[in-house]
């Protein structure tokens, strides 16, 4: 039986997850503010964090491009227990990272864009 959209997307999430200890739980969500999937713990409000995460890469897109720094390529906030990395999948959606504050950036940063990549192709 083939999986559906769905499930290859949470799939891939999860090995984002798995292969990068440093990522605590993601999703990836509409630019319209909808949840596609997720891994992200029981605590956490989906619907808060898709509606969160498309006014930020919203909000992230018109500041580069009003401030002349081109296409938009990541947004993240960095609180006092770790960061909220957000990257665009496509056109049509965004993929959001809770991340531990000891994480190595360079790293996330690169495994979040191959999983972007991979997402792209799903979305």
Do not use: C, H
Not at 4 to 33: C, F, N, W
Not at 48 to 70: D, F, P, Q, Y
């Amino acid at each position: 039986m083939a999986k559906s959209r769905t499930q290859l997307i949470v799939d891939r999430l999860r090995d984002l997850q798995s292969g990068t200890p440093d990522i605590e739980a993601s999703a990836v969500v509409s630019v319209d503010g909808l949840i596609m999937a997720s891994e992200l713990p029981t605590d956490v409000e989906e619907d808060r964090v898709s509606a969160m995460s498309a006014a930020m890469i919203s909000l992230g897109e018109r500041i580069a491009g009003e401030l002349g720094r081109g296409a938009l390529d990541q947004v993240y906030v960095r609180g006092g227990s770790g960061f909220v990395i957000l990257m665009a999948v496509g056109e049509e959606a965004v993929l959001t990272a809770l991340v531990r504050e000891s994480a190595k950036l360079g790293l996330v940063f690169l495994d979040m864009k191959r999983a972007a990549d991979d997402l792209g192709k799903l979305v």
